[in-house]
Nanobody
Framework: QVQLVESGGGLVQPGGSLRLSCAAS????????MGWYRQAPGKQRELVAA???????NYADSVKGRFTISRDNAKNTVYLQMNSLKPEDTAVYYC???????????????????WGRGTQVTVSS
């Protein structure tokens, strides 16, 4: 029942900005880590940014200084603010989370590497 749903992708010109959102829904006890990955055609999926429940952040070198990841724990939502976008940022962006969900009223189980369906980001003039 727990799922991740991304939104905010689209077509943008080089130098433009987009903000991606990923909302986790369902009976969730806690979310340890939420992050964003991306995969371009013919390429391996790569980590873009991640954020822990405590607010620690990690970024790929290629996006440092341009992208900012944040989260709203009350909404179980993670955001990725993408500025100064480049054509090489074009990819499907996937939300990922390590979380603990309720199995029953008195039981919770961990889920590692829960994935969203992805949202397309295209940077082109």
């Amino acid at each position: 029942q727990v799922q991740l749903v991304e939104s905010g992708g689209g077509l943008v010109q080089p130098g433009g900005s987009l903000r991606l959102s990923c909302a986790a829904s369902g009976r969730i006890f806690s979310i340890d880590v939420m992050g964003w990955y991306r995969q371009a055609p013919g390429k391996q999926r790569e980590l873009v940014a991640a954020i822990t429940s405590g607010g620690s952040r990690n970024y790929a070198d290629s996006v440092k200084g341009r992208f900012t990841i944040s989260r709203d724990n009350a909404k179980n939502t993670v955001y990725l603010q993408m500025n100064s976008l480049k054509p090489e940022d074009t990819a499907v962006y996937y939300c990922n989370a390590d979380l603990i969900r309720f199995y029953s009223g008195a039981t919770a189980v961990p889920i590692n590497d829960l994935w969203g369906r992805g949202t397309q980001v295209t940077v082109s003039s």
